[in-house]
């Protein structure tokens, strides 16, 4: 007896080519997180859509084997947002820099909370513009170029100050483990359909902003804080506020909310349709234009 | 308590009523030419309204305008055969316009009109409708009704046809407020008895076999993209586009479509964007201002080849200009806007009947050629209504395109999203196929999506996609000019969107005088249609009639080859309507006619 063999034909589509980053970026422990997240979760590449924005950030999709689009600068929520309501059977991420998010695109992330779709959003913060050479950003700290210490955003601060919100974490590219456990959360609190996931990696850029040796004395991870509750909404806001006083900065799981009820998933919206099998219910609605 | 300003008339029979209705924004005009507009088109008349309203909620002179004729009719006509108004200042503003028989119908709570102030031959119906009631139902929003009573027994429509509109139109506000109106109707019967009006002043006459629909453009559009397959929209609520956004939010969730209001323009055209990434039909529409925002995703969908319909129901500009008038001033910015240089096409319904086909047209030309598609409307397009023949939706077709199915991309050895073809237009996947994995972008890119700056690249890829317009040119893809009236004669017409209608009428008017003219009417402006070019080079002299002030339609026909020395402008551009005085004025003194 003869056993035939054949090897699977697979269609060759873009290749995953070097990253444009420097060594050393932040950026590459996102990359390293969320790629890997496709095989821990189990996520089909050809069932997901990683749309980035403009910048270093917005080059992540190059580097992850799954449907990539590279939206306007601080457009990567809106696209997102449309991708997903359209087809909820996708896996939808979001990916983009602090400038990107919250400068150019701030408008948006404030109305994605309120909406609530049910996509993972990484906002890579490395608190200046890399790729146009180091300018300040929404996120640089007091003494960057100019900037006065209490300009800063705290998009998990604005988060928190909207009641839609279900999921708002913080994360360290210094912290590879804590990165790849938030990112599996929020990919799978967007797939579970319970709505928009909120994730800010603080990812220094070395080339303008290389705050490496910093960082870890400021972070405080929260799942180490005794009696922190993420589902406690006044106190999260109560003890986010006292950090912030105290200039630490919170990681981990942030704030959850899984008692809202899930996301309202319109869609999918159908992809072809067929005119005849149609033509009955258009006569309905001809039929209302009628005297 | 009444005045009686004339013996009793004899009716006149019309095929052809002209009315306006007038007052503060808030009074009820538009509802009393709605419920008119309903009792003349069971007549079987073709009906077709306008509206001139200020951009506030209440206050204001705002007016609602009615034509109702056997021909079907494009745009008010010139003369007014029926004025209401419930102030004086829409009677100053109707004399210009005043049939020589015209009733007027006044409401005097404030005082009488002025002694001489209509012309001879006008009679005046006049009532202290307002006062009437407060008097009798405690509130003076029901004076619209009276008038309506008035007007309707003007008409000689029996009473009862109109009670039963009444109850059509109202039904949905249930009782008590039903039977107030239904009361103001009597009050405004009663006036008319008074005023002896008697079978009525006119005599309007009726056609029949009505199957006929009545809808705005916005509204045949909005069922033109829901046919063809359009499944998403997105918009932010701006006049006088914001009827899309209600329609399809009424209608696409029951075809498992999904109709959403986004918190600007920009988001908005980046979600219809991100929509159409996953293979769904996609539209979003606006006016001037939010085109103006949405300029870098039309740039970034023509740039990263993904289809996209943007609806520009063009207003009065520049900026916020004036919102509520019409005007084609946009057009400049549909051909010319977004960064860069990039294939995109734009299309001109004329009329309520156009508006449907094309919007079929460019729904399926969108992902045909993988581009940005514009309708180019205006105010009045998009808002007038008509009542036209039902539409034709047995030989619907929908092109998919180079849209690669599993089997097909399973069959590939390599799928270049960007893939340099003879024709511009790269085969497609959407996430979910298996193997079909593609980066979109609005980078430069190689065949494969990955970015670059590589310079013989861009030459051709930048050739590829201008070859998109030579495919649909040469494919006859592009919804298609139209020849209206006498096609040797050697004065020509053309004009678009709101400018359709007064032409078509202006042509019946000039024949009548002697005087041949040909209408080209181009369907699609960008890219210029070579028939449109060749009909100005071949006449002796062509009116391109626009509402704007800088020839920016006739500009954009001499940038493609039409002789400028052939071309007269008819521009309007004070934020009234074109009127087919304004067309046949100039082509008559052309002719040495005055």
Not at chain 1, 11 to 38: E, M, R, Y
Not at chain 1, 116 to 130: D, E, F, L, Q, R
Not at chain 2, 138 to 161: F, H
Not at chain 2, 483 to 505: H, N, T
Request: charge should be negative; hydrophobic fraction near 40%; glycine fraction near 12%.
């Amino acid at each position: 007896m003869t056993t035939l063999t054949t090897e699977p034909h697979v269609t060759q589509t873009f290749p995953i080519k070097d990253t444009i980053w420097c060594a050393g970026c932040g950026h590459f422990s996102v990359l390293n997180a969320l790629d890997g997240s496709f095989g821990r979760l189990g996520i089909d590449g050809k069932d997901a859509l990683v749309v980035a924005g403009i910048g270093c950030s917005g080059t992540i999709q190059n580097h992850v084997p799954a449907y990539g689009y590279h939206a306007l600068h601080g457009r990567a929520l809106p696209s997102a947002a449309g991708a997903k309501m359209a087809n909820p059977e996708l896996t939808v991420i979001a990916a983009g820099g602090d400038g990107d998010g919250l400068a150019i695109g701030g408008g948006h992330l404030m109305h994605t909370f309120r909406n609530n779709p049910s996509i993972a959003y990484i906002i890579m913060n490395n608190s200046t513009y890399g790729l146009t050479k180091g300018q300040a950003s929404p996120t640089s700290q007091g003494g960057f170029r100019g900037f006065a210490a209490r300009e800063q955003v705290d998009p998990v601060m604005l988060g928190l100050s909207i009641p839609a919100t279900t999921f708002l974490a913080r994360s360290y590219s210094g912290d590879g483990d804590q990165l790849e456990q938030l990112t599996d959360a929020a990919i799978r609190h967007a797939n579970a359909g319970r709505g928009f996931a909120f994730l800010e990696v603080i990812s220094p850029c070395v080339a303008y902003n290389d705050r490496y040796h910093e960082w870890p004395a400021h972070l405080v991870d929260v799942a180490r804080t005794p009696g922190y509750d993420p589902r406690d909404r006044a106190g999260v806001f109560t003890q986010l506020l006292s950090w912030d006083e105290e200039g630490r900065v919170p990681t981990g799981l942030l704030f959850l909310n899984e008692d809202a009820p899930l996301a309202d998933a319109a869609g999918p919206a159908q992809q072809d349709v067929d005119p005849a099998s149609n033509r009955e219910a258009y006569r309905k609605v001809l039929a209302s234009f009628q005297a | 308590m009444t005045t009686i300003d004339a013996p009793r008339y004899t009716a006149r029979h019309i095929d052809d009523l002209n009315m306006i209705c007038s007052g503060q924004g808030g009074d009820g005009s538009l509802t009393v030419t709605t419920v008119l507009a309903d009792l003349l088109r069971r007549d079987g008349l073709h009906v077709y309204t306008e509206r001139d309203v200020l951009s506030r909620i209440k206050g204001g002179y705002a007016a609602a305008s009615l034509r109702a004729s056997a021909p079907e009719r494009h745009a008010m006509g010139d003369h007014l055969e029926v004025v209401v108004a419930f102030e004086e200042q829409g009677v100053r503003r109707a004399i210009p316009r005043l049939a020589h028989d015209a009733v007027v119908v006044f409401d005097s709570s404030e005082g009488n009109l002025p002694e001489g102030l209509l012309p001879d031959g006008a009679r005046l119906l006049a009532a202290p409708m307002g006062r009437y009631a407060v008097r009798d139902l405690g509130r003076t929003l029901y004076k619209n009704m009276i008038a309506t009573g008035i007007v309707t027994r003007a008409l000689g429509i029996p009473d009862d046809e109109v009670r039963d509109a009444l109850r059509t139109r109202f039904k949905r506000l249930g009782q008590p407020i039903l039977g107030y109106n239904l009361q103001a109707l009597d009050l405004g019967f009663g006036a008319a008895e008074d005023l002896q009006v008697g079978e009525g002043l006119y005599n309007v006459t009726q056609t029949h076999g009505s199957e006929r629909i009545q809808l705005t453009g916005n509204e045949a559009l909005a069922f033109g993209f829901l046919v063809a397959g359009g499944r998403f929209f997105t918009g932010y609520p701006i006049t006088p586009a914001t009827d899309i956004l209600d329609w399809l939010q009424k209608w696409l969730p029951q075809f498992g479509g999904i109709a959403r209001q986004a918190e600007d323009e920009l988001a908005a055209i980046n979600m219809a964007i991100g929509a159409a990434l996953t293979g769904v039909r996609s539209m979003t529409g606006t006016s001037g201002p939010g085109l103006a925002l949405m300029q870098e995703g039309v740039s970034q969908a023509g740039s990263g080849e993904i289809p996209l319909v943007i609806v520009d129901t063009q207003r009065s500009g520049p900026s916020t200009g004036m919102p509520t008038k019409p005007e084609q001033s946009d057009i400049n910015l549909m051909c010319f806007g977004g960064n860069g240089d990039f294939p995109r096409i734009v299309v001109a319904p004329g009329s309520v009947q156009d508006c449907f086909e094309i919007g079929i047209q460019a729904t399926n030309l969108a992902e045909q050629f993988q581009i940005p598609v514009y309708v180019a409307m205006d105010q009045g397009t998009c808002q007038n209504l008509a009542t036209i023949e039902p539409f034709d939706l047995d030989s619907i077709e929908i092109d998919r395109g180079k849209r690669l199915t599993q089997e097909q991309v399973d069959a590939l050895g390599r799928y270049d999203r960007y893939a340099i073809t003879s024709d511009g237009v790269s085969p497609y996947t959407v996430p979910g196929t298996a193997h079909g994995m593609s980066l979109v972008t609005g980078n430069e890119r190689y065949p494969d999506g990955t970015v670059t700056t590589n310079p013989g690249n861009r030459r051709v890829m930048v050739a590829k996609r201008d070859r998109k317009l030579e495919t649909a040119v040469r494919g006859g893809h592009l919804p298609s000019s139209v020849l209206w009236g006498d096609a040797e004669a050697e004065i020509g017409v053309i004009g678009v969107g709101g400018a359709f209608g007064p032409i078509l009428e202006a042509l019946e008017r000039l024949e009548a005088r002697g005087i041949a003219v040909a209408y080209h009417q181009p369907r699609t402006i960008w890219p210029v249609p070579r028939d449109t070019v060749e009909f100005i080079n071949s006449r002796r002299r062509v009116f391109v009639a626009e509402l704007n002030s800088a020839a920016q339609l006739a500009k954009l026909f001499i940038r493609e080859g039409a002789d400028p020395a052939k071309i007269q402008h008819v521009l309007r551009f004070d934020g009234e309507p074109m009127r087919p005085n304004d067309i046949v004025g100039p082509i008559a003194s052309y002719c040495g006619q005055q």
